[in-house]
């Protein structure tokens, strides 16, 4: 015999808990599967431990999607501040680190805690360890085989993430299920992720490992003031990271290694000042001394600042401004935060998250074409997208 429940929800994540806990508010029965062992692996591991769960700045510019339209409702209507009163109402401390970015001052653990203990008040009832295996049926009436037996729903919820962390239970089945009811799936890559050096560049850098700075990186239009990290198969840091996700293989990367400064302007200034000065000196002062040197050794020749004549002050200023990092590739899911692409929105009420293709079936989280930049944006379409759909399942 099989269970019946108007809504069944795949994956126990972030905006799995959210759509789950809305439409158990409004009296709804509600499944959650979930393979993995636990509920919110990723919310427990966020943020360093902390979890950075929302942004008060967050709007759709934040956001990379082929339509970037798509995330506009569902984060109107469901608001920073929305969650940020869910958090207060229990009693969960918070702070600012910088940006917008909000982040538990204890843990990680207190925001699926709250999840939890707001999906048990609305009567979800979650199973853990539960593997799907065959999903039938559309148009209001789905069944699910699944390792703990066979249940129904008239909703069918999919928010089973992206492919970032495999070990974390990330798995690409919602895209699978995706293609099964007729939907287009985006290519997918990596994105918030570091990258990867080769050849000379990874070769007069990779010593340098732990050496962090700030840097302007700028990549198809978009750039990202923030720190750089040099690490030992090639650079991260969250500048890195924004840019990771609007950077394909072979495309130009640029990072202002002065950022905020007129190179030149700051240069001649330097040559004026402290004319007996090594160039390795004077940028010593300003990045890292360990960079600088090696700026020196392998880019620029280092002499007295009186000795370098005009064109010599405007060709170095322009390569600190304007470096190119050769990256050679990305670390991958391995490491990403987030997966880029995903379930074509075309084909997805951007009011509802329900497929146009088929009814009662619905796309929420990570696993739609809607990927946020670093910084709190993820969890907030999570959220959102999950509140959305929680709506009117
Ligand atoms: P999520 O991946 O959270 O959940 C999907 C769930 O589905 C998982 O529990 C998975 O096990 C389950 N699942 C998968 N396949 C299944 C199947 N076949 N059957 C059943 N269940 C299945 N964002 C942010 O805003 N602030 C932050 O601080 C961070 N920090 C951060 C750190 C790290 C290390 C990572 C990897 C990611 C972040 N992120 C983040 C990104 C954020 O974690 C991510 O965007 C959201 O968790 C996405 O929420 P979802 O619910 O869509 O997927």
């Given at each position: 015999m099989a269970e019946s429940f108007d809504v069944i929800v795949i994956g126990g994540g972030a905006a799995g808990l959210m759509c789950a806990l809305t439409a158990g508010q409004r009296g709804r029965s509600v499944l959650v599967v979930e393979?993995?062992?636990?509920?919110g692996k990723k919310i427990l591991m966020s943020g360093g431990g902390?979890?950075?769960?929302?942004?008060?700045?967050?709007?759709?510019?934040n956001f990379l999607s082929?339509?970037?339209?798509?995330?506009k409702s569902a984060l109107a209507r469901y608001t920073p501040a929305d969650f940020i009163t869910l958090v207060e109402k229990h009693g969960i401390a918070y702070h600012e680190k910088e940006l917008g970015q909000l982040f538990c001052d204890e843990s990680s653990k207190q925001i699926v805690r709250m999840l939890l203990d707001e999906c048990a008040a609305a009567g979800v009832r979650i199973e853990t360890g539960c593997s799907v295996e065959r999903v039938a049926g559309g148009d209001g009436g789905y069944v699910l085989d699944t390792t703990l037996g066979r249940f129904t729903a008239s909703s069918l919820v999919i928010a089973s993430g992206g492919l970032s962390i495999p070990s974390m239970g990330a798995s690409g089945f919602g895209y699978q299920l995706a293609r099964q009811f007729g939907h287009d799936v985006l290519p997918t890559q990596a994105g918030l992720v570091p990258l990867t050096l080769s050849g000379t560049h990874s070769q007069r850098l990779q010593d340098l490992s732990g050496v962090s700075f700030p840097v302007e990186a700028s990549c198809n239009g978009q750039s990202f003031r923030n720190f750089m990290l040099i690490t030992h198969r090639g650079v991260s840091g969250p500048s890195i990271l924004q840019i990771s996700s609007y950077w394909r293989p072979g495309d130009e990367l640029l990072l202002d290694l002065l950022p905020g400064e007129d190179a030149q302007v700051w240069l001649r200034e330097q040559r004026q000042a402290?004319?007996?000065?090594e160039l390795r000196t004077v940028l010593g002062d300003v990045l890292p001394k360990r960079f600088a040197q090696r700026l020196c050794e392998a880019w620029f020749a280092s002499k007295p600042m009186r000795q370098y004549d005009e064109r010599e002050l405007r060709d170095i200023a322009t390569q600190l401004q304007q470096w190119p990092l050769v990256a050679s590739g990305t670390e991958g899911y391995r490491t990403a935060e987030v997966t880029l692409g995903g379930v074509d929105t075309r084909t997805l009420s951007s009011s509802t998250m329900e497929s146009r293709h088929v009814r009662g079936l619905y796309f929420i989280g990570e696993v739609v074409d809607v990927t946020g930049w670093l910084g709190g944006y993820n969890f907030q379409w999570a959220w959102a997208s999950g509140h959305a759909a929680g709506e009117v399942v």
């Open positions: 393979h993995a062992n636990r509920v902390r979890c950075n769960f929302t942004n008060t700045g967050t709007g759709p510019g082929a339509n970037p339209h798509y995330c402290r004319s007996a000065a």
